[in-house]
């Protein structure tokens, strides 16, 4: 069965909706301010590689100065009935929701993610965790968490650049209705929507110091970990750094949530659904370029469906978009940064080396910018780098298995654990592989798909706590 192929005229979303600044300083006790310690870099748009502004870079004395300032707010926020914590909570939802389309123009200049996914995903999920936690903020002592649950104070918050404001919302939400104030780190190649989210607290009149954005490298997130007035950090990102934090952080007393890599399993039965598993296995891998913790980046297929199922795939990823990701036609935008290109560039290189078949979906990459096909390896087998390295981007890894007894097995052999997929039509081989597969989230029949009142966390790598749902108060209060 051919696809139909339709012609698109352009649909671009307007960016004057934007008002960029050329340069942004500090969010520090309810005011932007500029870096004691000096410096900045640039953040550009991975579409075109604009420069879209100039940073502040926070130096460990702004550091300790964002600190200070949550301290001194901890004390009266915590104070605050928790019916007015959550007249505010509700409040900078409500912001989000009104400023939705400038977030989601802005999301996408400069993470380079098409506007469909900031204005139909990041940006109303983002709004939606807010909505959520202020309900829970007047009914802490109902959590399931102790009588009389106190927050920790200060807590420190380390995010990545996939999903830079939703990061941000899953953060920020839970902490701020428990009753402690943050101090947050967005990465360096997203601090944009974080800047403007600081501009909506000021709106919002939330109490100065109650949050304080610190932008910066590396070496920023290491600063604010390390600092003795943080009494809880809570890091998103790759399992390297999450594993250095928790060496610096042990015996320090403080406490910690680890939200890290994975390599998720998609496992497709022969009695499913194939053409709903087709957008299923598009959406596990392909939403967002891949560029997914809990992305299906592996394929598992049971062998007497193989062949059918890749075709369909192949044909399928033959109709996808790829360019400018203001067009609403849009569905792969740019990929976030050089050094991530080229660790995709890497990784599927050495699939190819190591002996597997590689297939580009056929679409023309644009001169400017980072970009990278959607990409599917088959013949592929466990050993390889390809089946056992998250490449956070748009490359699928597939493998076979004949019995649910291997797809198992194979599921399970890897170093992580936060999610995996199940496609059947049986509701009891659901429940039987559910119980079996070692990761946080299995979806059935569905895959990537989030909602605030759902707890999401890792196995092994993949990092220890929970985000999302009552779960997710847990790493903010003190029973
Ligand atoms: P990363 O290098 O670990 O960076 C994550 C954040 O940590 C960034 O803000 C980064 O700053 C900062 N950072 C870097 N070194 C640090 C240090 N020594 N101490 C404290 N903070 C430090 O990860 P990434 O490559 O940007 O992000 C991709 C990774 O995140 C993937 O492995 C992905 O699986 C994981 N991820 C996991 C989840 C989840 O929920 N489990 C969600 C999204 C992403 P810079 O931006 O300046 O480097
Ligand atoms: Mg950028």
Request: net charge neutral; glycine share 10%; with cysteine.
């Amino acid at each position: 069965m051919a696809h139909p192929r339709f012609a698109y005229a352009p649909a671009p979303e307007s960016r004057a909706v934007v008002r960029l600044r050329p340069s942004y300083g500090l969010f520090i006790g309810g005011e932007f301010v500029d870096p004691l310690d000096g410096g900045g870099f640039k953040t550009l748009s991975p579409a075109t590689e604009e420069v879209l502004a100039e940073v502040a870079a926070a130096g460990p004395r702004d550091v300790d100065r964002a600190v200070r300032a949550a301290e001194e707010a901890a004390g009266p926020w915590a104070a605050l009935a928790g019916s007015e914590r959550a007249k505010y909570v509700f409040r900078i939802a409500r912001l989000i929701q009104e400023r939705a389309r400038e977030l989601a123009v802005l999301e996408v200049l400069d993470n380079g993610k098409p506007i469909r996914e900031t204005r139909d995903v990041d940006i109303p999920l983002a709004a939606a965790h807010f909505f959520y936690y202020a309900g829970w903020a007047d009914k802490l002592e109902y959590a399931g968490l102790g009588p009389a649950p106190r927050p920790i104070g200060v807590v420190g918050q380390v995010i990545p650049w996939n999903f830079p404001l939703l990061m941000a919302a899953w953060k920020l939400a839970p902490a701020l209705a428990a009753g402690n104030t943050c101090v947050l780190k967005p990465a360096e190649t997203t601090p944009l929507s974080a800047l403007l989210l600081a501009e909506i607290l000021q709106q919002a009149e939330l109490p100065p110091g109650v949050v304080n954005i610190v932008t910066g490298a590396g070496d920023t997130g290491a600063a604010l970990v390390a600092h003795p007035g943080v009494r809880k950090v809570a890091f998103t990102g790759s399992t390297a750094v999450g594993k250095e934090i928790q060496r610096r952080l042990a015996g320090t007393g403080k406490r910690l949530t680890l939200e890290l890599g994975g390599k998720a399993a998609n496992i497709v039965f022969e009695d499913a659904p194939l053409s709903q598993a087709v957008e299923g296995i598009v959406n596990g891998i392909f939403f967002n370029q891949g560029e997914v913790c809990c992305a299906g980046s592996r394929l598992l297929v049971q062998e007497p469906i193989a062949d059918a199922l890749v075709d369909a795939l192949k044909r399928r990823l033959g109709t996808l978009r790829l360019g400018d990701p203001l067009d609403k036609n849009t569905d792969i935008g740019a990929i976030n940064s050089p050094a991530q290109l080229e660790k995709i560039r890497d990784l599927a290189a050495s699939g190819e080396q190591e002996g597997a078949q590689r297939w580009e979906a056929p679409c023309a990459l644009p001169a400017q910018g980072w970009w990278f096909p959607p990409t599917v390896f088959t013949g592929v087998s466990p050993v390889q780098r390809i089946a056992r390295e998250e490449i956070f981007g748009p490359v699928l890894s597939v493998l076979t298995f004949r019995t649910p007894e291997e797809a198992v097995q194979k599921a399970n052999n890897t170093t992580y654990g936060l999610s995996a997929g199940v496609w059947t039509e049986k509701g009891s081989r659901i429940l039987w592989m559910a119980n079996r597969l070692r990761a946080g989230v299995v979806w059935a029949n569905t895959f990537n798909r989030f909602d605030p009142t759902s707890p999401f966390g890792g196995y092994r790598e993949s990092g220890f706590g929970r985000e999302g749902g009552r779960h997710g108060l847990e790493a903010y209060l003190e029973p």
